[in-house]
């Protein structure tokens, strides 16, 4: 077996930091598949007038008439595919109104305590949703961690916390049902 003739570098691992892996991008599209299978639960009405791409009201239309357990399967895929090129905020914001506004803020306290104490909280957090992937929870908070060390601007620091604030209501909402 041929050894590679240099060692790697910081460099090399800087141009991957920011990549997610693709087991990761996987989970990433059952989890849209789950919200998209709520989404379809919504009157047709409401999904005509979600601001998203023309293909995915469409498809969210056609699970409504499908019976079959592995037609229904496959629909689901191929939604959760086309909500990868959407807004997670747009979409959640259509579905957090079934978690209602005492959920919502439950859910940002436990942002603000992944925050604060990380580990336990996570662990904590992941025992109470059965959703959670811990790693990529972790991942989360160690990005709002890195911009807060990093003395970031007031809007990157929002915009990471957002971040993890979606997926943990992406997981409260898989987790629900």
């Excluded at 914001?93 to 942002?111: D, E, F, I």
């Excluded at 959703?131 to 961690?145: D, G, K, N, S």
Aim: net charge positive.
């Amino acid at each position: 077996m041929a050894r590679r003739p240099t060692r790697f570098t910081e460099d090399d691992f800087e141009s991957l930091e920011g990549r997610a892996s693709k087991t990761e991008q996987k989970k990433a599209v059952q989890r849209m598949a789950a919200l998209g299978e709520q989404l379809a639960e919504l009157s047709p009405k409401q999904i005509k007038n979600l601001p998203v791409d023309e293909r995915l009201i469409e498809a969210l239309l056609d699970i409504q008439a499908i019976s079959s357990h592995e037609a229904r399967r496959r629909q689901c895929s191929r939604i959760g595919k086309l909500m990868r090129n959407e807004d997670e905020s747009v979409i959640l914001s259509y579905l957090t109104p079934k978690q209602g506004l005492k959920k919502t803020a439950q859910l940002n306290r436990w942002v603000d305590r992944i925050i604060k104490d990380g580990d336990p909280v996570i662990n904590d957090f992941s025992k109470t949703y059965n959703a959670t992937e811990r790693h990529t929870l972790r991942q989360h908070a160690l990005r709002v961690h890195r911009d807060i060390a990093k003395n970031a601007t007031e809007e990157e620091i929002a915009a990471s916390r957002l971040k993890l604030f979606n997926y943990v209501q992406q997981v409260a909402l898989i987790s629900d049902n």
